[in-house]
């Protein structure tokens, strides 16, 4: 796939500073108010909206819904914006064919009609998939939702040139020889020249795959297939006044600075049975400082954090100790990594890379990573909870989280042997500069690599930068980096909306690059090849199982954690619970006010 497909990421905003020693001191602090039955001041508990509702009966219609960040956004374009705060966010506006289930839990990553009127109808072995709009549906000023507009919606992922950043799923599913050149290039009157996919009247959509893709209806859910007006198109401007297709629409935006949703009174109820809508407005208040936005969040001038990336050390530590029933500690569904790049010697061997994997502390890189509530459980492989075949940490080949916890030094010394190294040999950790935390992981690495013989230097790069420094192969090879420290979501709840750009060595690009082991195993190649064509979940789900499994055998990533974050939930929320679909977030699109204040 493209540059574009992997720069964005489902990545989550990148969470505050975090000190070392805050890291540490907060880890494992307790505090009041924890029993799920809730507090004096109305919180739901400890924990009450971790997989399940909080306060459901209590939302009342009404009311401003407060958000507040540390970061704005990517972009609020359906097309452009990738941050997974944003997609959850973006269904305020947005609407799609298909969308999630709005129930907690794994249930909350099943999909449900949206603008469709059912789930469709699958025929051609897979290749062709038909749709009808439900009836009713309607833009912000009335007129009523086209299949023409969802089509020309989607077309907008093949024009780069002009609204890089977010996914192109569907443009390298549906036009995999880049034939077509997007909707402002498109010499068809009507601009609605792709082929793959037919509009033959208003309601109904029909898309023709060149190859069946049993994620495709996955791909329909994302927010870069909501459908986009022509007439309404301000193409590079668009994210900053999105034309509503949901039940708020867009009354201000400025930048970095605030935001303000405003009922959309042409939305009918009775054609979303999705959506709430509870609140009259929904706002958010964009900070510079995370302290300070911990501290309003705390002192109940807003109701939730919009980034999701849980409290930062200092806001964390007060909120544990006096407000614990205002908390939620979920698995976020990122797994947090070291990689090894075989084109970096010695780790074109597997064993000098099983050598570090074995010789790392990782009890010690569960604490550098905030512990085993702030940082997650101790990683065990590479497939994240959320992702069906997953096993979380029953799958322990090189048990990480048992026998070798603090490390093993006598059987990293046996790979050291086996590799042609018995002394040890040298090489270079690449860390992100604006990830404290990361840094903190490196340093635990290179002290307990150290010990066995393993002399490691950390390189810290430039986070904005990381596409053409560490997504590119040739710098990385040129800088010697043989450990590289990152993180990866599932931009949807499969192992090829996870994995395939971490593992399919079609996905090794020159310049935003995030196959950094360079991984070209056959074998796993055809596995996702057979996933693609695979409909039944069951089987999808033993492949999935089966990519993890060679991928760990492989010996190419040394899991950190499965990480979990401490999230903030106001005590005037109310029907709030975290959700499979983004990550472990909470669920932003049905969430109420006990009190309309």
């Given amino acids: ?195 793959a996919i037919e509009t033959p009247d208003e309601k109904t959509i029909v898309f023709h795959l060149p190859k069946a893709n049993s994620d495709f209806m996955q791909m329909l859910a994302l927010t870069s297939s909501s459908p986009v007006r022509q007439d309404k198109d301000t193409k590079s401007k668009y994210g900053l006044h999105p034309f509503s297709s949901g039940p708020y629409k867009f009354q201000s935006y400025a930048p970095g600075k605030n935001m303000m949703l405003v009922r959309n009174t042409n939305w009918k109820a009775s054609s979303d049975p999705v959506r709430k809508a509870y609140p009259d407005k929904v706002s958010i208040k964009f900070f510079t400082n995370a302290n300070d936005l911990d501290q309003r969040l705390i002192s109940g001038d807003y109701d939730i954090d919009l980034a999701q990336t849980g409290l930062s050390p200092q806001g964390r530590s007060t909120a544990l100790k006096q407000h614990k029933a205002n908390l939620d500690n979920p698995v976020s569904g990122y797994i947090r990594y070291a990689v090894f790049p075989q084109s970096v010697k010695p780790f074109d061997n597997e064993h000098c890379r099983k050598a570090v994997i074995y010789g790392a502390d990782h009890v010690s890189l569960q604490t550098a990573r905030g512990g085993p509530m702030a940082g997650g459980d101790i990683g065990t492989n590479m497939l994240p909870p959320s992702v069906p075949g997953a096993e979380g940490q029953k799958y322990d080949p090189y048990k990480l989280a048992t026998d070798n916890k603090n490390g093993n030094a006598a059987k990293a010394k046996e790979e050291l042997k086996a590799c042609g190294k018995p002394n040890g040999f040298k090489t270079t950790i690449a860390v992100r500069n604006n990830k404290p935390v990361e840094v903190a992981t490196a340093t635990s690495m290179q002290a307990s690599l150290k010990k066995v013989g393993i002399d490691v230097d950390i390189d810290q790069f430039d986070g904005s930068q990381t596409t053409g420094i560490i997504g590119s192969p040739s710098n990385v090879k040129k800088k010697g980096y043989g450990i590289i420290i990152m993180g990866w979501g599932p931009d949807f709840p499969s192992v090829q909306g996870y994995g395939a750009p971490l593992w399919d060595s079609k996905y090794i690009l020159e310049s935003g690059n995030n196959n950094f082991a360079l991984i070209k195993d056959k074998s796993i190649d055809k596995l996702f090849d057979d996933y693609n064509k695979t409909l039944e979940d069951s089987k999808k789900a033993e492949i999935a199982t089966e990519i993890n499994h060679k991928v760990m055998e492989g010996g190419y990533y040394l899991p950190f954690v499965f990480e979990k974050f401490i999230n903030w939930r106001g005590s005037n929320v109310a029907n709030v619970y975290t959700t499979g679909a983004y990550s472990g977030m909470y669920d932003f699109v049905n969430m109420g006010l006990k009190s309309a204040k």
């Fill in 1 to 195: 796939m493209t540059t574009q497909r992997t720069t964005g990421r489902r990545k989550q905003a990148a969470a505050a500073a975090i000190a070392v020693v805050a890291l540490l001191s907060t880890a494992a602090c307790g505090g009041n108010d924890d029993s799920d039955g809730g507090s004096k001041s109305g919180a739901a508990g400890f924990n009450a909206a971790n997989d399940k509702v909080a306060q459901a009966s209590l939302a009342k219609k009404g009311g401003e819904l407060k958000f507040a960040s540390a970061q704005d956004a990517d972009s609020w374009d359906t097309t452009r914006g990738y941050y997974g705060f944003m997609w959850n966010f973006s269904r305020y506006y947005s609407r799609q064919l298909l969308t999630y289930k709005t129930e907690p839990g794994t249930t909350g990553a099943e999909l449900t009609p949206d603008l469709a009127a059912d789930m469709g109808k699958v025929s051609d072995d897979g290749k062709t998939y038909t749709f009808t709009l439900r009836d009713g549906v309607t833009w912000e000023d009335g007129k009523a939702i086209t299949a023409q507009d969802i089509k020309y919606g989607i077309e907008r992922q093949w024009a780069q040139d002009v609204l890089s950043g977010g996914p192109v799923y569907l443009r390298d599913v549906l036009d995999p020889d880049s034939e077509y050149k997007g909707p402002y290039k498109d010499k068809d009157k009507k601009h609605l020249g792709l082929k």
